[in-house]
């Protein structure tokens, strides 16, 4: 018991400084505008503000590895659904609903068979050869095309860039489950598309949550290809 306690507790102290200085900017701007908005009914605003704060959560620990990130990533999908179903987001709801919940549960289960062998938290990560780097690119590209044929029928809004999200999202979070650092080339992309995105919905709250998941793209990248040179060099 006290070592599952001490699995759950240790990623949020392996969090660094500036991922702190995000989440108290999280809170607060987004409390600011949950506070002052008066175009949104309140329980949008509530299911909004507590989404991202879980979301952002998640981002921070799966940047350091740590399995505990899809427990906040069933929270964050769940609310993040409600969301874009406000704000006729059809995309990315199908992708979210449809895709990204039921893969949480997997890559938890996929996560906890692969543990470091430092850290029980985390786990053990890889990296794709330039081959299937470009495989995977070919793959988004052909993806985004596809959707978007589907997407501009329903939906007029934002539908370029839903498609990309949506194509984007399906290819990065198969590597993540999988544990390829490459994920994270794939997340940096659709990261600067969700903040377009939500400028031009003109949502602060969320403009806020996408603008941290970008610099933990970045973040998360370097961690793990960090990790897998010094730790898991084997590829495993």
């Keep these: 018991m006290q070592v599952r306690k001490m699995i759950m507790i240790k990623p949020f102290r392996n969090l660094k400084w500036y991922e702190w200085t995000m989440m108290f900017g999280m809170v607060l701007i987004g409390g600011y505008y949950a506070i002052t908005d008066k175009s949104n009914p309140s329980w949008y605003i509530i299911i909004n503000y507590f989404g991202s704060i879980a979301g952002v959560f998640c981002i921070f620990l799966c940047a350091h590895a740590s399995w505990p990130n899809w427990i906040f990533a069933i929270i964050n999908t769940t609310l993040y659904i409600v969301v874009l179903a406000y704000n006729s987001v059809y995309g990315t709801l199908f992708l979210e609903l449809l895709y990204y919940f039921p893969t949480n549960f997997i890559g938890l289960i996929h996560w906890r068979k692969h543990p470091d062998d430092i850290d029980e938290d985390k786990c053990k990560v890889r990296i794709l050869s330039i081959k299937m780097k470009v495989v995977m690119i070919l793959f988004v590209v052909l993806g985004t095309i596809i959707i978007h044929f589907f997407l501009k ?75 897998q040179r010094n730790r898991n060099a084997e590829n495993i």
């Design 153 to 227: 029928m329903i939906s007029n809004t934002t539908v370029w860039l839903d498609s990309a999200i949506v194509s984007i999202g399906v290819i990065a979070t198969f590597y993540e489950i999988k544990r390829f650092a490459d994920q994270y080339y794939l997340w940096l992309i659709t990261d600067i598309i969700a903040v377009v995105q939500w400028i031009i919905i003109s949502d602060p709250i969320m403009i806020t949550k996408k603008s941290i998941y970008l610099v933990m793209a970045i973040v998360g990248l370097l961690n793990w290809i960090n990790l």
